[in-house]
């Protein structure tokens, strides 16, 4: 059977607020267990909700940044459920009116094609505190650090229709929200998850398939081996003839493969109503277009105008603006070096080579972009060469000091003098005459091959050195006789 | 309008209450009684009102996005049932 | 001295008629000598209490202070008082001693009052006759085998014996207005948002009020004068600033434009109390006051309304005690579940586990619609009633109750039966708006509380309608015979 798979997906997205949703705890990773709490997060008797600013700010940002209707009036609902890391024994969240309303993501794919995936909403959450399963007398721990932490959790429509494209998306909603600023995207640290609800039908079919929901998948990698084992699962289970359960599901990195998670099993009701301590959110048509005038620059418009401006191809705008500290890392290199291509291929190639090498994320490059753009500019004065520049910047990298120091210390000056070169090309000529013979000889085709080996000659006569732009004419030249 | 046994169990598990049989049954019979009390309200025609869910109609005030609360941890764990290392302990917790 | 006014004992401690501390000792030893019999406390604090009142002779030395230092009143024990136990009259509750301080004790602290103790109440603050507490019923000081009403029963009992000169109470349907009726006291439900609720465990958060319970409308404005006010910690707090509630005690009420609900006057009334209420009104028209007769039609559904939204919020705000971070845990749990389920069932009495069974139903998927999103909308039809009624009047009065104070275990085999007595008090909360209960008369010697309910923020006005009337009467000044001479 050829099956279509059906994937929406839900973004549990941490918004990088200094405190809490609804209380003046700080937020942050990794601090000593049950610290960052108040009466709030813990959940005290008497204890009372208040709206942080800047989490409404950030969630009306990214309204914008997905084209979507901003929620003018939404209201915070408590989703009742009982579990040890929720000490209020209910989530605050909003179900009718959420914040942010339908919007949408053109997604680009690898093969350059694009896809639009519908957003159905986002709205604000609080997040859950930690269960710890390390042995305390047999007993979890429970660590309320997170919660009440701000989220943003973005639904999408069910619109993917590969791994591929869920990673993409996902990649992209990660692109927005760090641009924007209102998420580190930390995704080791927790502070993008996903929920993965996938189905499968018979190519063709209109109706969806019976879902599961694989839940809190944290790497890019993650999503997409989670997709592709869970699609394998369901395809053998209906290929068999048998049927899906809808379920919640836990994916399992380290054995590849989904597994039920039975604590969820229990059929929930989750009783949603309108918290009672706390009021409608509503805003002024005011408070949302300000928003959107200091909207900062989107990676979509961004990579339209490295092409507008910069002459750069959609493939190499499209990688640069990936991510905004590539972004910005360009915009400083190409400042310096003004050669919007020479700097696009060295950023995307020399230095993302090393940075991969390394595991290094481009904001903590040993190579500022100040002194990546002075390295440039030597290649485009010619004053080294593409291969030594390589060489150089490897110096660099390895903190030996700037360009100009490189290669001042180390001697890497090309030689421009044409006089230098013409004598230097004649002590090739004459150490090998019978070449040069045999040169003079050939038809034209032949003698293109040939002229390789008189270069090669005089670049190793000069140690690279030798400007290869003036090296050929010349060459040519005296070797007419 | 009244409820059975089983609703009541099933109301008291969402609700997270251990009820005896001999609990069960009384409770179905008092349910039942508040719940014929409240049916009244089904005659009442509200097409077209509004739900009131906060008296005075106001609108959420913001907070500064400032921390304003130092760690006051031991003074929470205090009232703990039963604590360790700085966590509030519970029996397994099993995803 | 007992009996005396806030105002009065102001004075006399600014004269150095007498000390706080020796004040204090005072009402300890009526606590000492009454409360046995009535068990309006769970907890009294005796050293802390005279600490605060040494603090506050201090003060008084120094010429500094309110007219509350150095005052003894006591608060209802759902209020979170840091160090000191507060149970909720729960077992729940009953090893909780909070970290933090509710705005309102911390107010009433801050203006220098001395809190002997926390008093009694339904749990959680669900019921209307103080049997409902972990730490048994309260008894009616009027008569021992009456109950005080509910919840606030501690507080009304407390003051109505001279334990204390003022309480504070809170009042969702009924609970501060209620008991005070029942036991001849003066009470204020001040408008939603008017008084923070911030530390102030939660039975229903839309509906919940904090207020004063005194002798007199005067004292209850002196409370009022530290109790009320926008307070940042609660969002549903309001922000236009509190009334001078002192100011306009002494406004003369002529041209008082008075609305008598005939729905108040209905079937179900005892007669004797609606003789009392219309003898109430005679008085106010001799005032200088005009009487109409006003319909508030939506009031019979405010107990539907009500008992479907009130257990609905319950049963989320309970939610949170689960055994986990404070409050009781049974002992052994085998799992999680189980722990949940035995701790919770344990640490709630019947009423508490029937109210949020209730709620949870009502909000359940497939109810939702039928009972909670349909009492929201008879709820704007009741909060309609009065705002349409209020532009006619400025003040609307009534009964509190439509009976005195009923026998202890009288009525606890159909609480369907007690439910239905609420039905004077619910609408106000619904509505949202203030509303007080002042001694008016008694009827087979026990005390009558006349009803009066006005607009949002209108707690100043319903202050000098009140005071006025007990400057023409006596009935706020009636001793307990238990007490009397003490």
Redesign the interface.
């Known amino acids: 059977m050829n099956w279509e798979v059906v994937i929406g997906l839900e973004i549990h997205t941490q918004l990088s607020t200094k405190s809490k949703l609804f209380s003046g705890a700080a937020v942050g990773f990794g601090a000593e267990p049950n610290t960052q709490t108040t009466l709030v997060d813990l959940g005290m008797p008497g204890a009372l909700p208040v709206f942080n600013k800047e989490a409404l700010r950030m969630a009306v940002m990214f309204g914008h940044a997905i084209n979507a209707e901003i929620g003018m009036s939404s209201v915070f609902a408590r989703k009742n459920y009982f579990y040890p890391d929720l000490p209020k024994g209910y989530q605050t969240s909003q179900m009718d009116h959420p914040i942010v309303g339908k919007g949408f993501l053109d997604v680009m794919l690898e093969d350059g094609t694009t896809s639009r995936v519908g957003i159905t909403r986002a709205h604000l959450e609080e997040d859950a505190g930690k269960s710890l399963h390390e042995d305390f007398q047999g007993m979890t721990g429970i660590d309320l650090n997170r919660s009440s932490t701000p989220l943003l959790e973005i639904v999408s429509e069910p619109d993917i229709r590969s791994a591929k494209e869920a990673v993409a998306y996902v990649k992209m909603i990660h692109s927005i929200v760090t641009y924007l600023g209102i998420c580190d995207g930390n995704m080791a640290e927790g502070s993008m998850r996903c929920d993965i609800n996938l189905s499968l039908r018979p190519k063709g079919q209109q109706e969806y398939g019976t879902r599961t929901e694989i839940k809190n998948v944290n790497s890019f990698r993650f999503i997409e081996k989670a997709i592709y084992t869970e699609i394998e699962r369901q395809a053998d289970i209906l290929e068999d003839g048998g049927r899906i359960i809808q379920e919640t599901r836990l994916y399992d990195p380290e054995k590849n493969e989904t597994r039920s998670m039975r604590s969820k099993e229990d059929a929930n009701d989750y009783r949603y109503f309108p918290c009672p301590d706390l009021l409608p959110v509503v805003l002024t048509q005011e408070y949302v277009d300000n928003i959107k005038a200091t909207l900062p620059e989107l990676p979509s418009q961004k990579a339209a105008r490295f092409q507008s401006e910069h002459a750069l191809s959609e493939y190499d705008a499209n990688v640069l603006s990936s991510s905004r500290a590539m972004a910005d890392y360009f915009e400083v290199a190409n400042g310096v070096v003004k050669d919007p291509k020479l700097a696009a291929n060295w950023v995307m190639g020399e230095l993302s080579k090393l940075l991969n090498q390394e595991q290094l994320d481009i904001a903590n490059s040993p190579v500022n972009a100040q002194a990546f753009g002075e390295l440039l500019i030597r290649i485009k004065d010619n004053t080294i060469n593409g291969k030594t520049a390589k060489d150089v910047f490897q110096a660099m990298w390895n903190g030996e000091g700037s360009a100009d120091a490189i290669i001042e210390a180390k001697g890497l000056k090309q030689v421009t003098d044409t006089g230098a070169i013409e004598a230097m090309i004649q002590t090739i000529l004459d150490a090998n005459a019978a070449q040069v013979e045999q040169y003079r000889a050939a038809d034209e085709d032949k003698q293109k091959k040939m002229i390789g080996f008189f270069v090669g000659q005089v670049m190793k006569a000069s140690q690279g050195k030798a400007n290869p732009g003036l090296v050929n004419p010349i060459l040519a030249k005296m070797l007419k006789g | 309008m009244s409820i059975d046994k089983q609703d009541v169990q099933k109301i008291a598990h969402l609700a997270r209450l251990a009820l005896t049989e001999a609990d069960a049954d009384q409770y179905q019979h008092s349910l039942s009684s508040v719940l014929s009390l409240v049916e009244q309200m089904q005659s009442v025609d509200t097409d077209g009102i509004e739900p009131l869910s906060n008296p005075l109609e106001m609108t959420q005030r913001l907070r500064e996005d400032i921390v304003t609360e130092e760690n006051r941890r031991d003074a929470f764990l205090a009232n703990a049932p039963q604590t360790e290392a700085g966590l509030f302990l519970v029996p397994k917790v099993i995803d | 001295m007992f009996e005396q006014s806030i105002s009065t004992l102001a004075q006399k401690l600014r004269d150095k008629d007498i000390s706080s501390v020796e004040l204090t000792r005072l009402f300890l030893a009526r606590i000492a000598k009454f409360d046995p019999q009535l068990n309006s406390f769970i907890t009294v604090s005796e050293k802390h209490a005279l600490e605060q009142a040494a603090a506050a002779d201090v003060l008084l030395q120094n010429g500094k202070g309110t007219s509350l230092t150095g005052i003894p009143v006591a608060h209802k024990d ?3 008082t840091e160090g000191t136990l ?1 149970t ?1 009259g729960s077992k729940m ?1 009953h ?6 301080e ?1 705005t309102v004790t911390s107010r009433i602290q801050q203006a220098g009052a001395v809190m002997l103790g926390k008093t009694n109440m339904d749990e959680f603050a669900m019921g209307s006759s103080n049997e409902n507490s972990f730490y048994g019923a309260v008894k009616n000081p009027w008569n021992l085998d009456m109950v005080p009403g509910g919840s606030s029963g501690g507080s009304a009992a407390a003051v109505s014996a001279g334990l204390v000169v003022a309480a504070t109470g809170t009042d969702t349907g009924g609970s501060i207005r209620q008991p005070a009726s029942f036991c001849g006291i003066t009470g204020l439900k001040p ?3 008017r008084v923070s ?6 039975y ?3 509906l919940d009020q904090g207020g004063p319970m005194a002798k007199s409308a005067e004292d209850c404005a002196h409370l009022m004068q530290a109790m009320a006010g926008f307070d ?5 707090s ?2 236009n600033p509190a009334d001078d509630y002192l100011a306009s005690l002494n406004a003369p009420l002529t041209g008082l434009k008075i609305g008598l609900p005939k729905e108040y006057f209905g079937e179900g009334l005892d007669s004797k109390v609606a003789d009392i209420i219309m003898a109430a009104v005679k008085e106010f028209e001799k005032l200088g006051a005009t009487v109409k007769e006003i319909s508030l039609p ?1 009031l ?2 405010s ?3 009500y ?2 939204i009130a257990p ?2 319950a ?2 705000n ?10 009781h ?1 049974c002992d052994d ?10 701790s ?2 344990e640490g ?1 009495g ?1 009423e508490v ?2 109210r ?3 709620g ?6 497939g109810y ?1 619609d ?12 009741i ?1 309609q009633d009065f705002v349409k009624a209020l532009e006619e009047v400025d003040v609307i009065m009534g009964p509190v109750a439509p009976t005195t104070a009923f026998g202890l275990g009288s009525k606890t085999s159909d ?2 039966a007690m ?1 239905l007595e609420d039905i004077y008090t619910l609408s106000v909360n ?4 203030p509303a007080m209960s002042i001694p008016a008369g008694f009827a087979d010697n026990m005390p009558v509380g006349l009803q009066i309910m006005g607009n ?1 923020f209108a707690e100043a006005k319903l202050l000098n309608v009140a005071h006025q009337y007990q400057q023409h009467t006596d009935w706020h000044l009636q001793t307990p015979t238990m007490v009397k001479g003490a």
Do not use: H, W
Not at chain 3, 197 to 202: E, K, P, S
Not at chain 3, 232 to 236: A, G, L, R, V
Not at chain 3, 319 to 327: E, P
Not at chain 3, 333 to 342: A, K, N, S
């Open positions: 759902l209020f979170c507060t909720c509750l090893n909780f001693i909070p970290p933090y509710s408008t939603y948002g609720r911030f530390g102030m465990i939660a229903a958060s839309s940042e910690k609660d969002s549903t309001a922000e939506n019979q559904l107990i539907p309304s008992y479907v609905s919020e049963s989320s309970l939610s949170r005690f689960d055994g986990v971070r404070f409050g845990r749990p085998r799992d999680l579940l189980d722990m949940y389920m035995r919770r069932a709630f019947a586990q029937k949020i069974m209730v949870t139903y009502a909000l359940s998927e939702y039928a009972y909670y999103l349909k009492a929201q909308k008879i709820r704007r039809l909060k609480p369907v439910y619904l509505a949202g708006i949002y």
